[in-house]
């Protein structure tokens, strides 16, 4: 005969496995649990500076001498396979029409300097001076990427941009500036 003490623990036990017994044996249906989201595309673009350098009027860059060549970039990281991108370079804060131009600081005079697409339209493509197609907002001077089937998060795809400042022009001494906007559209 079993000892209360174990008749009682026992009987609990038996209780707890029949009413187990009874849910398993109840019945049983299911339903599908959908689970979603999207992905819209989206891309960001940041900038480093075209830095000329010094500019000399008198000697290096007179009429007769050379062109003042500087290279910057855009970085462009959009989502994984994004399609139908291009870049935009505005003409800057001091154009005259067409033309671009950098401010003196000083004394408000102007440097007119010009930016061009690299020789390829892919990622790191060196620049030639001076540029053959001319960066801008419209027509043929957006650029647009190629070479960038493995676009994504984790892969920023840099693409350099070429300036050129023309020479003989009749700077005054100064330090010359200008702000281009960078638009990428997508």
Same mark, same amino acid.
């Given at each position: 005969m079993l000892s209360r003490r174990l008749a009682r623990p026992l009987g609990i036990a038996l209780a707890v496995s029949a009413a187990l017994s009874f849910n398993a044996v109840a019945g049983e249906t299911t339903s599908v649990? *959908?689970? &979603?989201? %999207?992905?819209a595309q989206n891309c960001l673009i %940041? &900038?480093?500076a075209v830095a000329f $350098? %010094?500019?000399?009027? +008198? +000697? &290096?860059n007179n009429a007769s001498g *050379?062109?003042?060549?500087g290279t910057g970039s855009v970085t462009v990281t959009c989502t994984r396979s994004s399609t139908g991108?291009?870049?935009? /370079? $505005?003409l800057g %804060?001091?154009?005259a029409g067409s033309t671009r131009r950098m401010t003196g600081g000083a004394t408000g005079?102007? /440097? *007119?300097?010009?930016?061009y697409q690299p020789s390829a339209a892919t990622p790191a493509a060196t620049c030639t001076f001076p540029g053959a197609t001319v960066w801008n907002a419209a027509g043929s001077g957006l650029f647009t990427p190629s070479g960038v089937a493995d676009w994504g998060a984790a892969s920023p795809k840099t693409f350099n941009v070429c300036g050129t400042v023309p020479r003989g022009q009749d700077a005054a001494a100064d330090s010359y500036t200008d702000s281009v906007i960078a638009t990428i559209n997508f």
């Open positions: 649990l *959908a689970v &979603t989201a %999207s992905v %940041s &900038t480093n $350098g %010094s500019y000399d009027p +008198v +000697v &290096t *050379a062109a003042l060549n991108v291009t870049i935009a /370079l $505005g %804060s001091h154009a005079a102007y /440097l *007119a300097y010009e930016l």
